[in-house]
């Protein structure tokens, strides 16, 4: 984070330095050496809105180191089809979602890096996105209510949604995709969801969840 503060402000810096000789060549009437300098200045400043919008996309994700848990989910049955799914994610304070369906879905976002990001020795970063419910039958899928909840709020800065809406602008991003899981519903049914650098990965850890899996599809 303060590595990429920095070069930021190097950047920045050496962009400012920039517009200020593009202003002394303009004023002696010197547009070659003004437009050379205007086009230093534009690239100096890309590359600190990008070491700026890395260091905040960095804060606001999760790094990412080998496979690891992110988050606990419990399940108790309110009425047929429908349930309350509380979340438990380490240092935030659980939440109590209600799901509608025969199935719960996680989603994540995942961030990796190449050249010349990984010079930094950046980990690979991750938010997750939303938990949602979702029915085994693709009809019931296509006609009944569906329910989402987002798990994580909208960055100002994200590095997600400028990679991929302006791909040139981040070369340093190597991969920036969704991953989920899901598996049933059932009352007192208990799981744990991990996440690699390729995966999200939820897993039953009591008789209830163990149970719902075990009779998942027949």
């Known amino acids: 984070m303060n590595l990429l503060l920095t070069i930021s402000t190097v950047f920045t810096a050496i962009a400012l330095y920039f517009l200020y000789s593009m202003g002394r060549h303009a004023r002696r009437r010197r547009p070659v050496r003004a437009t050379r300098s205007l086009a230093g200045g534009v690239v100096s400043g890309?590359?600190?809105?990008?070491?700026?919008?890395?260091?905040?996309?960095?804060?606001?994700y999760g790094r990412l180191v080998d496979e690891q848990l992110v988050s606990r989910i419990e399940f108790s049955q309110s009425a047929p089809g429908e349930y309350t799914a509380r979340l438990m994610i380490d240092g935030e304070l659980d939440r109590h979602l209600k799901l509608l369906g025969d199935e719960w879905q996680m989603d994540a976002r995942v961030v990796n890096?190449?050249?010349?990001?990984?010079?930094?020795?950046l980990d690979p970063i991750?938010?997750?996105?939303?938990?949602?419910?979702?029915?085994?039958?693709?009809?019931d899928e296509m006609s009944q209510e569906r329910t989402v909840h987002a798990l994580s709020e909208e960055l100002t800065l994200d590095v997600w949604h400028v990679a991929r809406k302006f791909p040139v602008l981040m070369p340093g991003v190597d991969a920036y995709y969704g991953t989920a899981t899901y598996l049933p519903m059932a009352d007192?049914?208990?799981?744990e969801v991990t996440l690699t650098r390729t995966a999200l990965i939820a897993r039953p850890i009591n008789e209830a969840a163990k149970a719902a899996v075990g009779s998942w599809g027949r």
Request: net charge positive; charged share 15%.
């Open 188 to 191: 007192g049914a208990r799981f």
């Open 126 to 139: 991750y938010q997750l996105d939303r938990l949602s419910g979702r029915y085994s039958s693709v009809d």
């Open 113 to 121: 890096w190449k050249p010349p990001a990984t010079l930094l020795g």
């Open 46 to 60: 890309a590359m600190g809105s990008a070491s700026i919008l890395l260091a905040f996309s960095y804060y606001g």
